[in-house]
């Protein structure tokens, strides 16, 4: 798989840094088909996704084993949830706490009311909504589909074998080399659209906080290398040190820096919206699971389209990359650990987490920020909301130091986990994948930032196009997933009835032996009585 994924991907790049308005206009045209024509599918989709992932874990498969019966984990539980964490969305964690919020805030849906306490609540529960079990629904089903192949079954860490209870050997031929050419291409487009975005936040960040004057196209480019560096060693060094090392920092660097804000903020507005807010997310999930915004008319089902949908497509292609590593990382777990650790915990952490943030700045913008986090216009600075929040709260010109380099760190864990994710699958599945092939996509997710980066002029337009090409193959992909689930479920009746007839037949064998052993106890009693007497005639 490494040579026709390497030439897709530098096919791609080459048309997106030569033809880039063409490229733009292409991609963007079938970007507004699927996302305008399909998002009712999207929809639907994603919140089968949280069903099916509820169910498994509730259900009888729940005590089903990801590795031979009897294997202990692979990693401590706190080790583990670090990992996921970081990983599966701690960047964007760090990018939208603030800004989503104040977004929605600002521009809420149609058919919110106009007053502030109402669109800051829709502005908390519809964060929480893109944030909180659907995406990680998401990451459930592939992630399981793959955990179960490799650490139950015996497969290489590949997407292909999670299909072959339905494909059975055709998964060894040209439809499994298309779908992991699709999961490699999909994960390198991931990661590098992170990287380039991610640095233009932190540059944003350095020139708002006044330590670097308007950093330009040269400074990008040299955090762009200088965070690929550090994780082409994370990735090198492998799983049970660099990336598990890294994703514990991550995870201490992120409590300090959410504990600073909620208690120099607002504490007691941001632990009472938490409980709040919760409350109305519950109340109203399976509404917002399935709203289109069709009730709304063109405008409505425009912002569905434009965030909720848009969310799922992303969450969608990066499927492939957090499902595999989140599953190389749970040898060992059951179903329903897998399920509770993966979609329960980093939801709850998600949620403080923006109760934290963009509780904080919806404070501000509605009792007492003289400047506002919203422009006079309506507009976020969606790189600069962060800092800007920081800016208003005493010591937050040190924090903001601690938060680029939390930033920085967070886009090493995604970066390193993504190339380790690559490497073994274009090394056929290989669970320790050749360290060159390492070092080959780690680079590569760098090299690709960077040429779009450049390439885009003063604006984004090549990494936005990578962007949105990412979540076109969501589309595909999706209908992969469909097949996952299908094919989970058919490998866990097949155990479930060998499990069910193993217990019969143990449980017969028991019966034959008690009764052979009662039998044998009563021969003995008899020898021992001796013979019955004569009965007594006189």
């Not at 969305?89 to 521009?107: D, H, R, T």
């Not at 600073?260 to 999930?285: E, K, N, R, W």
């Not at 409505?300 to 969608?316: C, N």
């Not at 400047?371 to 903001?400: H, K, Y």
Request: proline share 4%; with cysteine; glycine share 12%.
């Amino acid at each position: 798989m490494f040579w026709p994924s390497a030439a897709v991907i530098a096919a791609f790049v080459v048309f997106a840094v030569v033809g880039q308005d063409r490229a733009a206009e292409t991609v963007g045209e079938v970007h507004t088909a699927i996302v305008g024509d399909l998002g009712w599918y999207y929809m639907a989709l994603v919140s089968l996704f949280v069903i099916f992932a509820l169910w498994v874990g509730i259900g009888r498969y729940g005590d089903i084993r990801l590795g031979k019966d009897g294997e202990e984990a692979e990693f401590g539980l706190g080790s583990w949830l670090a990992m996921l964490f970081a990983a599966g969305m701690g960047i964007g964690l760090v990018y939208w706490g603030v800004a989503e919020p104040l977004n929605f805030f600002s521009s809420p849906r149609p058919g919110v009311g106009e007053g502030e306490a109402e669109r800051a609540e829709f502005a908390m529960v519809q964060t929480f909504l893109h944030w909180g079990i659907h995406p990680w629904a998401i990451y459930v089903v592939v992630g399981l589909a793959v955990a179960y192949a490799v650490h139950r079954k015996g497969r290489p860490v590949s997407i292909r074998w999670t299909l072959e209870p339905l494909l059975g050997d055709r998964i060894r031929g040209r439809w499994g080399d298309v779908i992991d050419t699709v999961a490699i291409v999909g994960t390198v487009f991931g990661v590098a659209t992170s990287l380039g975005l991610g640095v233009l936040q932190i540059s944003s960040g350095l020139d708002y906080l006044g330590w670097a004057d308007s950093p330009g196209k040269a400074v990008q480019v040299v955090l762009i290398i200088a965070i690929t560096a550090i994780a082409t060693v994370s990735v090198v060094t492998g799983v049970a040190r660099g990336i598990r090392w890294l994703s514990n920092i991550n995870m201490v660097l992120a409590a300090v820096v959410a504990l600073f804000v909620l208690v120099a903020g607002p504490t007691l507005f941001i632990l009472s919206g938490l409980v709040q807010d919760v409350g109305v997310y519950l109340q109203d999930l399976l509404r917002m699971s399935f709203d289109t915004g069709a009730s709304q008319g063109e405008e409505g089902t425009g912002w569905v389209s434009g965030w909720t949908v848009f969310y799922w497509g992303w969450w969608i292609s990066w499927a492939p990359f957090v499902g595999i590593f989140i599953a190389r990382i749970s040898r060992g777990r059951t179903v329903r650990e897998f399920i509770t650790g993966v979609l329960l915990v980093p939801t709850a952490l998600t949620f403080f987490w923006f109760a934290v943030f963009g509780g904080s700045a919806l404070h501000g913008q509605m009792f007492g920020n003289d400047e506002g986090l919203i422009g006079e216009d309506g507009a976020v600075s969606t790189d600069n909301a962060l800092f800007q929040l920081l800016d208003t709260l005493p010591g937050g010109a040190f924090m903001a130091g601690v938060t680029i380099l939390l930033i920085v760190l967070f886009f090493v864990t995604s970066s390193d986990s993504g190339s380790y994710v690559v490497a073994a699958l274009a090394s056929g599945g290989a669970p320790e994948p050749p360290r060159w092939t390492r070092v080959f996509w780690s680079a590569s997710a760098g090299l690709v930032a960077i040429a779009l980066l450049l390439a885009s002029g003063s604006g984004t337009a090549s990494l936005d196009t990578l962007k949105t090409t990412a979540i076109i193959i969501a589309l595909p992909f999706s209908v992969v997933m469909i097949g996952m689930c299908a094919a989970t479920l058919v490998q866990f009746r097949r155990e479930r009835r060998a499990y069910l007839e193993a217990r019969r037949l143990a449980a017969r064998e028991r019966i034959v032996e008690e009764a052979v052993a009662a039998m044998e106890a009563d021969l003995e009693n008899r020898a021992l009585l001796g013979p019955p007497a004569s009965p007594d005639r006189t």
